[in-house]
């Protein structure tokens, strides 16, 4: 019997992974780096796009 996969809406700029931690290359005072974390402005920090943005892409 096959199985019926869901498609996710994943989001196209990030595929997923809406936030990032990325290092600035410099320590802090204890010794640990510093980090800013960043999120997808595509699909504001979710992973998933909007219904209807695949649609569009398509056509």
């Not at 019926?4 to 196209?12: E, L, W």
């Not at 990030?14 to 640990?32: H, N, S």
Request: aromatic residues 4%.
């Amino acid at each position: 019997m096959p199985e019926t996969a869901t498609r996710t809406r994943r989001c196209r700029d990030c595929d997923g992974f809406p936030t990032v931690v990325i290092t600035t290359g410099r320590t802090a005072f204890d010794g640990t780096r510093q980090t800013i974390k960043v999120t997808c402005r595509t699909c504001h920090g979710t992973g998933t796009a909007p219904a209807g943005t695949r649609e569009a892409a398509r056509v």
